[in-house]
């Protein structure tokens, strides 16, 4: 009987086991009953493989207990060797049903790398020994990110250029690792061939490339930041089943490197000029040349081109260092009178080889005097005012000039600012003043004579200008009259100033006064030469009826520095057309026949209207004596007739409709009338019979007429 009962509480583990964890549960609980039974306890599993875990990082799995008995049974304890798996749940002691299972989840955090063992001894109060479970896991490092070379250094590099080296990046730990971010900090270093993000399995590697771009001189450092994260399976997605938070990483890779010039050859001057120097003498002036960029420049060649220009105290070939500088002696020995232009052509291994200076110079022959400008015309000056304009003689020779007169001639002409005698030196100059004040209108010639130790010992300097009259303002039409313009519209006329003088004259303000009157199409200012005219407009707008007087003040610099131009004009109200009378009735007119009545039409407004139509409404009625159109000017009255000739018996009425443009644009004249039909007499009786009457007396009858027609 005892074993029948430990068979049939076998046969109700496996279905207990079926029901809860199908066909996989029950071959668990077959191998448990084989391998890990204790009484009334089963084990589904002998052992638990957690495989890999990452250092720092945990991993659960679960095994389950079933109770074979009909009785409860209290799990006691789990007695766990070593410290790196533990029982995460239940909480022990712990009581399973009779029947039922249980589940126990056991955790595995490696605290060192490579294969580590343990067993869990589990106790309960059912009969037997404890359940023995085998547990087994490995511990492996976290990703971990190291560069290849650690560290860049580019040395020397001319800006301008690019010098690309490779950096290799490899997962030295035992996860994947994901590089989610690459930065670089200074422009001058750039990245390139990276893919992100990138996933690196364990030992693996990646290659990028680094590149030093120096634009600027001048030694330069940056750093690769590159961020990994170290919790990334081998496909690239997150380990849900690691306990801790993702911690990203960032390895730094130092970047430095140094921008270098190219050698640069700089002159100092750029040009040289020499300025006068005499025929068969000579003038040396220094020049240096300068290093400045950042490497030795070697000058090799040093040629001077130009008639009379040649270079000396410059040994080739010459090295100059880096901010080093070499000083030469240029000199120039004119052969003949004039100007020379030359150059030195510096050939050197520098950037910018080869480096021209500029050379001019000009040969001068014994002093000579020029004047700048050679002659002074004045134009025209207004009489009684001056004008100064300056005048420059320079020695254009090789040696001194003293000038000792300069006489004028020509009416209104002087000299101020010179006083004599005066030495030049060669090349040096004299400016003074050169005035004309006119004394009358006209043309005037003279001249400079200027006298001097020079080869053209007597320099003239002609000598033009004109007398004008001072400018006059004068305005066509001297005055402005708008005559009647409504209220309500503006009446635009034109004016003109015309400059009558003999000088310009700028026109500087123009001011309206009076109520309505304003100014257009005159910008100020505006000049005005001899004889020329500006034309703009005066507008009249009126605010309200009656005369209305203003005046444009134009203020300018003329001899009549204000030009009165008066304005006029009446404001008037608009047209209003009436009707005397106001209305016609005809009374009664016979049908056949008809009658005639008199309209007057009268402009009672303060400005003309025209009559355009007269529309006429009700039968019978009709218009004489008006033709349109018809303008009636204020107070004016037009007279027309309006006839009545009835068709038919009967009151009739109608309307005219006077249509202008008269501020009331239709004028209603009422009509009113009455047809009758004509007067008609009839006899009672039709006849008289006397009979017979004794001849000397009489006899009287009556008899009644009757007017039985409607006249």
């Not at 309500?488 to 123009?510: D, F, M």
């Not at 005219?533 to 003329?558: E, H, L």
């Amino acid at each position: 009987m005892k074993d029948l009962s430990v068979r049939w509480n076998g046969i109700l583990v496996v279905l207990a086991l079926t029901t809860m964890l199908g066909c996989q549960a029950l071959e668990a609980s077959k191998g448990a009953n084989q391998q890990q039974q204790s009484g009334s306890l089963v084990l589904n599993k002998a052992t638990l493989d957690f495989g890999s875990v990452v250092l720092g990082t945990s991993k659960t799995l679960a095994v389950t207990l079933v109770n074979s008995t009909s009785s409860d049974v209290t799990v006691t304890g789990a007695i766990i060797a070593g410290s790196d798996f533990s029982l995460t749940s239940p909480s022990l002691p712990t009581t399973i049903a009779g029947g039922k299972s249980a589940n126990l989840t056991l955790g595995f955090t490696p605290h060192v790398s490579g294969n580590i063992a343990s067993t869990v001894e589990i106790s309960s109060d059912a009969s037997g020994p404890p359940l023995t479970l085998g547990l087994s896991g490995a511990g492996t490092p976290a990703g971990q990110l190291t560069a290849s070379p650690t560290s860049f250094d580019f040395g020397n590099i001319m800006v301008g250029n690019s010098l690309t080296k490779t950096e290799t990046l490899i997962n030295s730990g035992g996860s994947d690792l994901s590089v989610s971010q690459v930065l670089v900090s200074g422009s001058d270093f750039q990245v390139s061939g990276l893919s992100l993000p990138l996933t690196l399995a364990s030992n693996q590697s990646v290659t990028f490339s680094v590149t030093f771009t120096p634009i600027s001189n001048g030694s330069k450092s940056a750093t690769v930041s590159i961020t990994s994260d170290d919790f990334v399976g081998s496909r690239g997605r997150r380990r849900k089943s690691f306990a801790r938070a993702n911690n990203a990483v960032t390895l730094t890779i130092p970047l430095s490197g140094n921008g270098v010039m190219p050698g640069q050859l700089t002159a100092t001057p750029a040009s040289l000029s020499f300025g006068n120097v005499q025929v068969g003498s000579n003038q040396t002036l220094s020049e240096t040349l300068s290093n400045s960029g950042s490497t030795t420049v070697t000058v090799s060649q040093a040629t001077a081109t130009g008639a009379g220009f040649s270079i000396s105290g410059l040994a080739l070939p010459l090295t100059i260092a880096a901010g080093q500088s070499a000083t030469f002696t240029v000199k120039f020995a004119p052969q003949a009178a004039g100007p020379v232009t030359g150059n030195i052509a510096v050939v050197s291994d520098a950037s910018n080889s080869p480096l021209s200076v500029s050379l001019t110079g000009t040969g001068a022959a014994p002093g000579s005097l020029t004047s700048a400008p050679p002659s002074l015309s004045f134009g025209s000056v207004q009489v009684g005012k001056s004008q100064t304009l300056s005048e420059t003689l320079t020695n254009s020779g090789g040696s001194t000039v003293t000038i000792t007169q300069a006489n004028v001639t020509g009416a209104g002409f002087s000299l101020s600012g010179l006083s004599l005698p005066v030495t030049l030196t060669a090349g040096q100059s004299k400016t003074f003043g050169v005035v004309f004040a006119p004394q009358s209108a006209g043309a005037v010639t003279g001249n400079i004579a200027v006298i001097s130790d020079a080869s053209n010992s007597t320099l003239n300097i002609p000598l033009s200008g004109t007398g004008v009259t001072p400018g006059l303002l004068t305005a066509n039409p001297t005055s402005l009259s708008f005559g009647s313009v409504q209220v309500g519209s503006s009446q635009t006329l034109s004016e003109t100033v015309t400059n009558s003088g003999g000088s310009t004259v700028t026109i500087t303000q123009a001011n309206v006064t009076g109520t309505g009157f304003s100014l257009s199409g005159l910008s100020l200012p505006v000049t005005l030469t001899a004889g020329q005219s500006k034309t703009f407009s005066v507008v009249f707008a009126p605010q309200s009826a009656g005369a209305v007087t203003g005046n444009v003040a134009v203020v300018s610099d003329a001899s009549n520095s204000t030009l009165n131009i008066p304005l006029s004009g009446t404001g008037v109200t608009p047209g209003l057309l009436t009707a005397n009378p106001t209305s016609l009735s005809f009374g009664s007119v016979q049908v056949g026949s008809s009658q005639t009545l008199s309209e007057t039409l009268t402009n009672s407004g303060g400005s003309t209207v025209t009559i355009t139509q007269a529309n006429v409404t009700g039968t019978g009625f009709s218009l004489s004596g008006l033709s349109l159109p018809v303008t009636l000017t204020t107070g004016q009255s037009k007279t027309f007739s309006v006839v009545f000739a009835p068709q038919s018996a009967g009151a009739v009425t109608g309307n005219i409709a006077v249509i202008s443009n008269a501020s009331n644009s239709t004028l209603n004249i009422p009509l009113s009338g009455t047809g009758v039909a004509a007067g008609l007499l009839t006899a009672n009786p039709t006849s008289l019979s006397f009979g017979s009457v004794q001849v000397g007396s009489s006899q009287t009858l009556s008899e009644t007429v009757t007017n039985s027609g409607g006249s």
